[in-house]
């Protein structure tokens, strides 16, 4: 057997609310809508990770969601715009990494962050 895809699922009866988070903060594509599912993502490949953590670095809460982009900046600025309050950071992390924490309108935590 051969692990082909991961999904996160997080349960929501306001699934309108993921497409600003998702779809333009993170600039994801809806790749499914069925009305009481709505999946986000991207063509390009992903890697595969599932990771297990008892604090999530430099002393923090662990995130429900680690999310790496190509410009850190460009995804600062975009919460900004968008009112997405910045929980932690951003941060240089000492394991080469350029993070910041967010929520999503569900309350889950997500690192957003680029490997420097």
Known sequence: M???RIVTNIASTELNKANVFYGKFLGLDTLMDHGWIRTFGSDEKMTLQVSVAS???????VPDL???VDDLSAALERAKELG???EYGPADEPWGVRRFYVRDPFGKLVNVLQHQ
């Open 2 to 4: 051969k692990v082909r």
């Open 55 to 61: 604090e999530g670095g430099s002393g923090t809460s």
């Open 66 to 68: 680690s999310i790496e």
């Open 84 to 86: 997405i309050s910045v």
